[in-house]
Antibody, heavy 120, light 107 residues
Framework: EVQLVQSGAEVREPGESLKISCKSSGDRFSNYWIGWVRQMPGKDLEWMGIVFPGDSATRYSPSFQGQVTISVDKSISTAYLQWGSLKASDTAIYYC?????????????WGQGTLVTVSS | DVQMTQSPSSVSASVGDRVTITCQASQGIDSWLAWYQQKPGKAPKLLIYAASNLQSGVPSRFSGSGSGTDFTLTISSLQPEDFATYYCQQADSFPLTFGGGTKVEIK
């Protein structure tokens, strides 16, 4: 069974950098878009962006463009989400997601979520 | 951006009830719509993809319909494990967008 396993919870201060990860346990990692979804405390889901492991192509939501960087290392079936300078408003749960095998940009696999807390 | 508007924002229902949730897109999205279920403290789970296709392993009491701008998720007979928040998501164009969620609560 394919799973997405995310890195553990993080606590950082404002202005610090951070990189969280999402590792796929299955094969064919390079064939499906991998994305990131934010959920702020008690709030709704927000799509941040996606990366295609085959060629590292990325697409970002305008709301997150320039605020985060999405990358991938297909040799270890791992995608990343990183911040150069965190803000308190980045406090949220971040989910990685996998494109549906049918080719739709719906997400059939979700990681367990990584809680990022930014506080001084 | 395509805005996705769900209604109602919350609904109170009893076990065995038929529950219908709607999602309206601000522009036509063909059939590129999915529905997810999220329980507290858990990651969302895909229920329906491409508007009406039941994801593998999802009970048949869940069904989806619609195309263009108006979509519906129906739970034919609500079960105790169905109390959760439901989200729609469009995949017609970037940026991909989610609806605001519908919380299904116990009456």
């Amino acid at each position: 069974e394919v799973q997405l396993v995310q890195s553990g919870a993080e606590v950082r201060e404002p202005g610090e950098s951070l990189k969280i990860s999402c590792k796929s346990s299955g094969d064919r990692f390079s064939n499906y878009w991998i994305g990131w979804v934010r959920q702020m405390p008690g709030k709704d889901l927000e799509w941040m962006g996606i990366v295609f492991p085959g060629d590292s192509a990325t697409r970002y939501s305008p709301s997150f463009q320039g605020q985060v960087t999405i990358s991938v290392d297909k040799s270890i079936s791992t995608a990343y989400l990183q911040w150069g300078s965190l803000k308190a408003s980045d406090t949220a749960i971040y989910y990685c997601v996998r494109q549906h095998p049918g080719g739709y940009l719906h997400f059939d696999l979700w990681g367990q979520g990584t809680l990022v807390t930014v506080s001084s | 951006d395509v805005q996705m508007t769900q209604s109602p924002s919350s609904v109170s229902a009893s076990v065995g009830d038929r529950v219908t949730i709607t999602c309206q897109a601000s522009q036509g999205i063909d059939s590129w719509l999915a529905w997810y279920q999220q329980k507290p403290g858990k990651a969302p789970k895909l229920l329906i993809y491409a508007a009406s296709n039941l994801q593998s392993g999802v009970p048949s009491r869940f069904s989806g319909s619609g195309s263009g701008t108006d979509f519906t998720l129906t739970i034919s007979s609500l079960q105790p494990e169905d109390f959760a928040t439901y989200y729609c998501q469009q995949a017609d164009s970037f940026p991909l967008t989610f609806g605001g969620g519908t919380k299904v609560e116990i009456k």
